[in-house]
């Protein structure tokens, strides 16, 4: 999952039993949005955030008309620029050397090596999103190890792959080429650079571009299994690229990985993918996050 340089935070506070209506309504416009309570004050702050410059005026238009609808006072919004952020060299430098499963993930400044049959994965500083540390990236690890227990993959897909993690715990764990994509730069290239650190240069290939429309992913499709941590909205909207993608094979089941949603949206984004013809394998669930695998 990747996060962009620039982001734009939009930021108000709400009174208690009504975040849950604020938040909904700010949700289409944001690429993450996240929320707490104020123990203090017992008001809830809303951050949302957006990769291009918010809609100002027509976001205040609908808060106040939901507010009115609640009969509640017009919550002051701010709409900031937030500062770029090395997102993966941050992670690096704070987390020690961490372990999934049989993954064990650290960083390059980490020289331990795993012992008894664990998967290394080394991480180098890069500003793209994704140490395992987060409960998506965590998630879809743990669900890897369970479907190895089980099922083979020849071609596999990572969608999203920010830092490239999940693209090389696919490629140890199968010891099967992945194809890794992201629509920035910056994952790509650190990605990249993450595949050679571990040895998996000739079995990662990763590129830059929208979705499923990239050469890249169109010409090695289909998959037998798609790997994809991103968002909610997004995982919804991509639900039937995801289907035509993922290979029809009436004698073994072929699998989705999906992660970046919180409890709230699993109904929808399991809706999207059932509409299509996709049926649920297994929701897990950790610290309010939701992995979900589907399979056709």
Same mark, same amino acid.
């Given at each position: 999952?990747?996060?962009?340089?620039?982001?734009?935070?939009?930021?108000?506070?709400?009174?208690?039993?009504?975040?849950?209506?604020?938040?909904?309504?700010?949700?289409?416009?944001?690429?993450?949005?996240?929320?707490?309570?104020?123990?203090?004050?017992?008001?809830?702050?809303?951050?949302?955030?957006?990769?291009?410059?918010?809609?100002?005026?027509?976001?205040?238009?609908?808060?106040?008309?939901?507010?009115?609808?609640?009969?509640?006072?017009?919550?002051?919004?701010?709409?900031?620029?937030?500062?770029?952020?090395?997102?993966?060299?941050?992670?690096?430098?704070?987390?020690?050397?961490?372990?999934?499963?049989?993954?064990?993930?650290?960083?390059?400044?980490?020289?331990?090596?795993?012992?008894?049959?664990?998967?290394?994965?080394? *991480? &180098?500083? =890069?500003?793209?999103? %994704?140490?395992?540390?987060? /409960?998506?990236?965590?998630?879809?690890? @743990?669900?890897?190890? !369970?479907?190895?227990?089980?099922?083979?993959?020849?071609?596999? *897909? &990572?969608? =999203?792959?920010?830092? %490239?993690?999940?693209?090389? /715990?696919?490629?140890?764990?199968?010891? @099967?080429?992945?194809? !890794?994509?992201?629509?920035?730069?910056?994952?790509?290239?650190?990605?990249?650079?993450?595949?050679?650190?571990?040895?998996?240069?000739?079995?990662?290939?990763?590129?830059?571009?929208?979705?499923?429309?990239?050469?890249?992913?169109?010409?090695?499709?289909?998959?037998?299994?798609?790997?994809?941590?991103?968002?909610?909205?997004?995982?919804?909207?991509?639900?039937?690229?995801?289907?035509?993608?993922?290979?029809?094979?009436?004698?073994?089941?072929?699998?989705?990985?999906?992660?970046?949603?919180?409890?709230?949206?699993?109904?929808?984004?399991?809706?999207?993918?059932?509409?299509?013809?996709?049926?649920?394998?297994?929701?897990?669930?950790?610290?309010?996050?939701?992995?979900?695998?589907?399979?056709?």
């Amino acid at each position: 999952m990747t996060m962009p340089s620039f982001l734009r935070r939009i930021d108000f506070r709400v009174p208690k039993d009504h975040h849950d209506a604020f938040e909904d309504l700010l949700e289409p416009w944001c690429l993450a949005l996240t929320s707490f309570e104020d123990q203090k004050t017992g008001d809830w702050k809303i951050e949302g955030y957006t990769a291009a410059e918010p809609d100002s005026q027509g976001i205040s238009a609908k808060l106040n008309l939901l507010a009115k609808a609640r009969q509640i006072a017009m919550p002051k919004v701010y709409f900031d620029l937030v500062p770029p952020k090395n997102w993966l060299a941050e992670n690096l430098m704070d987390f020690p050397p961490l372990r999934v499963g049989r993954y064990y993930i650290h960083g390059t400044h980490i020289q331990n090596k795993p012992v008894g049959g664990l998967i290394e994965l080394v *991480l &180098d500083s =890069g500003s793209a999103f %994704g140490s395992g540390e987060h /409960a998506t990236t965590e998630g879809c690890l @743990r669900v890897m190890e !369970a479907l190895a227990r089980r099922y083979r993959f020849n071609r596999i *897909l &990572d969608m =999203g792959c920010g830092s %490239g993690i999940l693209a090389m /715990a696919a490629a140890k764990t199968w010891a @099967r080429p992945v194809i !890794a994509s992201d629509i920035d730069d910056e994952a790509t290239r650190v990605t990249i650079e993450n595949a050679r650190q571990n040895g998996l240069k000739k079995l990662i290939r990763a590129t830059a571009g929208d979705g499923y429309a990239s050469n890249l992913v169109r010409h090695n499709g289909p998959y037998d299994l798609i790997v994809c941590n991103i968002l909610a909205n997004p995982l919804v909207s991509m639900a039937g690229d995801l289907y035509r993608n993922l290979r029809r094979n009436p004698k073994r089941r072929q699998f989705a990985i999906l992660s970046g949603l919180l409890e709230r949206d699993a109904n929808r984004v399991i809706a999207a993918h059932r509409a299509r013809g996709l049926r649920l394998y297994r929701k897990l669930v950790i610290n309010g996050w939701v992995i979900l695998v589907m399979f056709r």
